[in-house]
């Protein structure tokens, strides 16, 4: 803490264990009220049975943290799979046809994304290492639905309430984050320098596998994503995305961002390629900015009517309590 207040620079070590001590020191201060009020010490293990998390890191069980472990990753892995499920529902064709000048950047853009969704259409890994750098992380965040982002948020171990707007900040900052943190890992040494522990950290903050591979395992998947990050400028959204489809575990990087943006939604790549021609200095037509807006405005109705169909299927009708308090009555006890 004194070295923070001096102003010097602390390890990534260090800085996870100050952070942890602090919120030890906070989770202090609720006990203070069981020592001050008489008898309020009967309640305590009905408090810690309702709230596990008051209790600071040095009093957690390793067997149980084992098992909330365990739990994460099952929440994970079916949220990953909600979201690629979601995702590829609402994929569809371009069907914006601005005019651009030729040679422009907005037009390859245009180009390659008809091809990366096209069945069968090659694209090398360049073009794919080249173009995925133009998905920033408030455009991708910005289309996801409601949906999608409660299960990006349950990936990123993030509490899923609020409003989208909410949502998609705590997203945007948990991102910041981890492109921090990857900064920090890559000026200590890299994925070598990390200790079993911290890989599997590293590795479980960012929506990967942690639990049950092996060291050299966890070196590997934290490296390609430490080198598409930082060497090749990827998003950490895309990023994100792209772990958190539900493929197999041997499939590259580059083949689940290509297989990412087959699926990603068609308001994504319509805001980027207009961002493109605006920064290129021309002009964005006027039906593509009204196409975008009403691709937007129709998703968003969609998600209410579900949201709707699914409050109308949860409710129970009137004729049905009756006829079941009916059966109920007159059947035999």
Not at 33 to 45: D, G, K, Y
Not at 134 to 160: A, G, K, W, Y
Not at 295 to 321: G, H, N, R, S, T
Request: hydrophobic share 40%; charged share 30%.
């Amino acid at each position: 803490m004194w070295r923070v207040l001096r102003g010097d620079t602390l390890s990534r070590r260090e800085r996870q264990q100050l952070v942890r001590t602090v919120s030890d020191l906070f989770r202090i201060v609720p006990f203070s009220i069981f020592i001050i009020v008489p008898f309020l010490e009967l309640t305590l293990p009905i408090f810690i049975k309702l709230f596990p998390n008051m209790l600071p890191s040095t009093f957690q069980e390793s067997s149980k943290e084992e098992e909330r472990l365990r739990k994460q990753v099952q929440v994970k892995v079916e949220m990953a799979k909600f979201l690629q499920d979601t995702i590829e529902e609402i994929a569809l064709e371009r069907r914006s046809k601005a005019i651009e000048p030729k040679g422009s950047k907005a037009v390859e853009f245009a180009q390659f994304i008809k091809k990366v969704r096209s069945e069968g259409g090659y694209v090398s890994n360049k073009d794919l290492l080249k173009f995925t750098k133009l998905f920033e992380d408030e455009l991708t965040l910005d289309n996801l639905s409601m949906s999608q982002l409660r299960s990006l948020c349950r990936v990123m171990s993030i509490q899923p309430l609020g409003s989208p707007e909410i949502l998609r900040f705590q997203l945007h900052m948990k991102l910041r984050e981890l492109k921090a943190d990857d900064k920090q890992i890559a000026a200590e040494g890299g994925v070598e320098a990390l200790s079993t522990i911290d890989l599997q950290q590293a590795c479980r903050a960012r929506g990967m596998r942690a639990i049950g591979l092996s060291e050299e395992r966890l070196r590997e998947q934290l490296g390609q994503w430490l080198e598409l990050s930082l060497n090749d400028k990827i998003p950490p959204s895309l990023l994100l995305l792209s772990r958190a489809l539900y493929l197999p575990e041997d499939i590259s990087f580059t083949d689940r961002l290509k297989a990412l943006v087959q699926s990603l939604p068609e308001g994504i790549a319509e805001s980027t390629r207009q961002k493109l021609t605006e920064l290129e200095g021309g002009k964005v037509d006027h039906k593509a900015r009204l196409d975008l807006i009403r691709q937007i405005e129709e998703a968003i109705a969609k998600e209410k009517a579900m949201e709707e169909e699914k409050k109308k299927k949860e409710e129970v009708d009137p004729k049905d309590l009756s006829s079941i308090e009916q059966i109920l009555v007159g059947g035999p006890i």
